[in-house]
């Protein structure tokens, strides 16, 4: 059974740094690209970040490029999200996706999320 | 990265059928085969039910399925049944690494 645990939510200042983690397990995590999607409450979703079985390709959304750096580490079957200067607008339920496919075909099962509050 | 466009809501009573669409760009969905469809119940994970623009994931009904015809896909629902009542996203490849979702769409069973 596929299971994604985000972890390393919180509340955080504005400027300030926090750095999401994501547990894999249930499938081979070398042979699937990964993506972080955010979710406002109560609104819809955001693609944030994608990365592919081998970190060769690499993306972010543009609301968050310049201040996020998506990872993996095969060693430890984890995805990770380093966000910097962090903004109000930040502020979401983010969710860690396994993708269909080792380059990337788009996301199939989800974590239950992990929530990021950005403010003073 | 414009957000694609859906209806903010949808309704059928049970056993019609209902289609959300889905609209984007050239560079979107006119572009490329991978449009996925979410469905997401109150304070749920969103569930995969379309992929690669009308493949079904093993498990899901059906009655779900996916087109598309230039710069718009569908999601088809029949047979409309309670538990379908949920909201429903789309997402496509956008280029360069990039994904892109739908604004959601409310389904109502009435």
């Known amino acids: 059974e596929v299971q994604l645990v985000e972890s390393g939510g919180g509340l955080v200042q504005p400027g300030r740094s926090l750095r999401l983690s994501c547990a894999a397990s249930?499938?081979?995590?070398?042979?699937?690209?990964m993506h972080w999607v955010r979710q406002t409450p109560g609104k819809g979703l955001e693609w944030v970040s994608g990365?592919?079985?081998?970190?060769?390709?690499?993306g972010y959304a543009d609301s968050v490029k310049g201040r996020f750096t998506i990872s993996r580490d095969s060693a430890k079957n984890s995805l990770y999200l380093q966000m910097d200067s962090l903004r109000a607008e930040d502020t979401a339920l983010y969710y860690c996706?396994?993708?269909?496919?080792?380059?990337?075909?788009?996301?199939?099962?989800w974590g239950q999320g992990t929530l990021v509050t950005v403010s003073s | 990265q414009s957000a694609l466009t859906q209806p903010a809501s949808v309704s059928g009573s049970p056993g019609q059928s209902i289609t959300i669409s889905c609209t984007g760009t050239?560079?979107?969905?006119?572009?490329?085969?991978?449009v996925s469809w979410y469905q997401q119940h109150p304070d749920k994970a969103p569930k995969l039910m379309i992929y690669?623009?009308?493949k079904r994931p093993s498990g899901v009904s059906n009655r779900f399925s996916g087109s598309k015809s230039g710069n718009t896909a569908s999601l088809t629902i029949s047979g409309l049944q309670a538990e379908d009542e949920a909201d429903y996203y789309c997402?496509?490849?956008?280029?360069?690494?990039?994904?892109?979702f739908g604004g959601g769409t409310k389904l109502t069973v009435l």
């Open positions: 050239s560079s979107d969905v006119g572009n490329y085969n991978l």
């Open positions: 996706a396994k993708d269909t496919h080792y380059d990337s075909s788009g996301p199939d099962y």
């Open positions: 990365i592919n079985w081998n970190s060769g390709n690499i």
């Open positions: 997402c496509s490849y956008a280029g360069s690494s990039t994904w892109v």
């Open positions: 690669e623009g009308s």
């Open positions: 249930g499938f081979t995590f070398d042979d699937y690209a």
